[in-house]
């Protein structure tokens, strides 16, 4: 409950903030400035103004001198009146709340990327075979140093200038074992998740790289000279006679040489769900023979494990089949594939697997069979299936432009939002996106509960504001969008609409928002009914 009042109230109090500081700045008269509505619990005044925390906490107010058309304030006071002062000054008043929501995950997002004092260096760690990097050259251990004319310290650099550049050739400046290499990558042109369901397109650049390293996994035969020497199941490889291992040709050219020769392996178990690798071992492995079948093979790609009544059971996937292509496209990493799998999670895709020495044929679909509109469950899921990893993660490094990282992390975050939820809000009044998505208090308190730690609140507490600031901005009676269309009638008729076609557009207005109230109340009460209900049996 603290967390919802800390959720509901921060976002409210932030826009009635606007108003009040608005009406502060050009000389307006505030008279009251409430948090919630209702009685007041809680009050205090200073100068003319009070100062509220109200019973009901679903909304809040600022009340100002002048503001009812049947008591205008004194000739000699017109300006500080709301409804009697200058045009420019009542706009300003109305814009600056749902203004101070859209601003609001800026603020929220800036102290929180300032804080971040190491970074992930721009050290590839992981290439996908046959993509826009591999192609261009690029390999596991390279320092990207400049792309252009633009030079790159960190993770985020390259990231964020490979994105801008989907389909135009780049210049990268790589520093490969200390000697400084040029290279020309071409990023993919690649769609991002959610954006293509609202009708936008947001299509970035790719090259398919990753910042931890890949260790190769193993699968081995149960009695062959590489279960033998100590080998087992999804072993991660780390070293091969001292070297740092760069992928599984690494660990086929050591099995290969252990037919003539001792070949000292440092390998390490790795877990389901962890990509940590457990403590190293050491292994020999050979010399085993010319004839001798090594039983050690590539396990990357091996599923470990299926979960029950998910997308990969309906898929027919068992554990240990091995993946060989999803869309005739072959994976070197299972994260890649996963990634592939999110970036369109709404394609049925079609999938060659290897079971028992025999190719098999089949789809997966991430599509969600319980979800409908309004459903208290996800529109997709998870695969449902896991390979084992084994990463590395790189040393990261001080965080030297906090400023400059804080503010273009902060923006590109705050953007992405604005568009969604304008497109969101955008959808649900074209029909493209249903009512049912809607939600009310319940949904925020279940928001706001949820959170796991500071960040992830706030991350949540920013969509909201972004949310309410443009829903605010509508067109309708009574809402700030209202006002100012109030306001634009009267610059075009140049006269004040009088007291009846107030009072009328205050009815339409109210009629909205207690039809808008009652939708997002049913809608949470059927997604609790929905949840209790599986829950339950019933």
Known sequence: MLKFLLFLGGLIFFHELGHFLAARAVGVTVLRFSVGFGPKILGFKRGITEYWLSAIPLGGYVKFLGDDPENPPPTEEAKKGFLTTDLWRKTLIVLAGPVFNLVLPLLVFLPMHASESMLMPSVIGTVAADEPAWRGGIRPGDRVTAIGDREISYWWELVDAVSAAPGQQLTMRVDRDGTPTMLTVTPKAVAMAGFKELGLENTVGRIEVAPERTLPLVVVTKGGPGEIAGLRDFDAVLTVDGRDTRGYDD??????QARTRAVRLSVAATRPGDSRPESPRDVVIGPYGEDVPAGV????????SVEPDSPATRAGLKA??????????TFSDWAFL?????????LTRQM????????????LSLANPDWQPGAAVPRFVATGASCRRGTVEPAAIPNEARLRYAWNRSVTRTSEILVVTAAGIA?????????KEMGGPIMIYDLASSARGVEDFLGRLAWLSMSLGLLNLLPVPVLDGGHLLIFAIETVRRRPI??????????????CLLTLMVVVFANDIE????????????
């Open 527 to 538: 997604r609790k009914w929905g949840v209790w209900s599986r829950l339950t049996g019933q």
């Open 352 to 363: 060659q697997i290897r079971r028992d020495g025999q190719v098999i044929d089949t789809t």
């Open 297 to 304: 093979e590539d396990g990357a790609l091996v599923i470990a």
């Open 320 to 329: 240990g089949d091995q993946v060989l292509t999803m869309d005739k496209t």
């Open 251 to 256: 660990v086929a050219k050591a099995i290969h």
């Open 498 to 511: 009088g007291l009846k076609g107030r009072q009328i557009a205050a009815w339409v207005g109210m009629a």
């Open 338 to 346: 996963v990634q592939t799998l999110a970036r369109d999670p709404s």
């Open 427 to 435: 959808g649900l009044l074209t029909g493209k996106v249903s009512v």
